[in-house]
């Protein structure tokens, strides 16, 4: 999604929540940043369209309707009722940890999405103790290749990556179905089948040298059921390419 059209949608969003009317298509068309500039009724028409339709997608409900029986154009608007947060109940460790998460990533990608949910708890009413937060600073440092692996895990493609060995500087291609990232003593871990050595194994996140390339389609790589990820970079099977034990 373009940035114009993200603000767009925003701004939409805002413009329906903000009334207890209904508001025209063409009202909204004069208040909503982003539509003013278009040409013409028909393409105006077509891009609200495909905005409503982006929004009710999203799970954000678009009401239609009129104010009065004597209103000859339908109107829209969004009802905080159905757009706000159920009532969340938290405890106080709780509320206190979701504001500790928001400053443990280190990493941009995951900073947004963290913000993201303190806010939304803050907007439902409920109280997040930012100073207990900040009795504790810990940062969790995130290795480049953490979140193209995390991307990988998540649509479930094989990926492939240069590799440094333990203790050596020889480098090799290596080609790993993902079954997921995990940290373990302050360090970052992938853990999947290695094909090249037709076994499972773990790799450290440091050791990725340059970009991670997926292979292949979305959907082929499924993690096995009985794998704890943990238990197997922690355990004595979880080696990485050097040979050695992971944690090491």
């Known amino acids: ?7 767009r949608l925003v701004n939409l969003v805002l413009a329906l929540l903000s009334t207890r009317q209904y508001l025209t298509a063409d009202r909204v068309r004069q208040i909503v940043p982003g539509y003013a500039d278009v040409a013409g ?8 369209e495909r905005d409503k339709a982006e929004l009710r997608e999203l799970g954000i409900p678009v009401e239609t309707g009129r104010n009065s029986v004597f209103d000859a154009v339908e109107g829209y608007r969004i009802a905080r009722r159905d757009y706000e947060l159920g009532e969340i109940d938290l405890a106080p460790d709780e509320a206190a940890a ?12 995951l900073t947004g999405q963290a913000h993201g949910a303190l806010v939304k708890l803050r907007a439902a009413g409920v109280e997040v103790d930012d100073q207990s937060a900040t009795l504790v600073e810990p940062r969790v440092h995130t290795d480049p290749a953490f979140a193209p692996l995390l991307s990988a895990v998540r649509r479930g493609c094989v990926v492939r990556f240069d590799y ?40 450290r996140l440091s050791r990725i040298l340059g970009p991670v390339r997926t ?21 004595p099977d979880g ?6 034990a992971a944690p090491a």
């Open 164 to 203: 440094r060995r333990g203790g050596s500087p020889e480098r090799r291609a290596r080609t790993v179905e993902p079954w997921g990232v995990v940290s373990w003593r302050a360090r970052w871990y992938l853990v999947g089948h290695d094909r090249d050595r037709a076994a499972p194994r773990c790799f």
């Open 239 to 244: 080696a990485d390419d050097a040979g050695e």
């Open 41 to 48: 009724d028909e393409a105006f028409s077509r891009m609200f």
């Open 1 to 7: 999604m373009s940035t114009a059209r993200a603000e």
């Open 215 to 235: 292979v292949g389609a979305a959907g082929a790589v499924r993690r096995p059921e009985d794998v704890n990820l943990l238990e197997f970079v922690a355990g």
């Open 98 to 109: 979701v504001a500790l998460a928001v400053r443990l990533w280190d990493s941009p990608e």
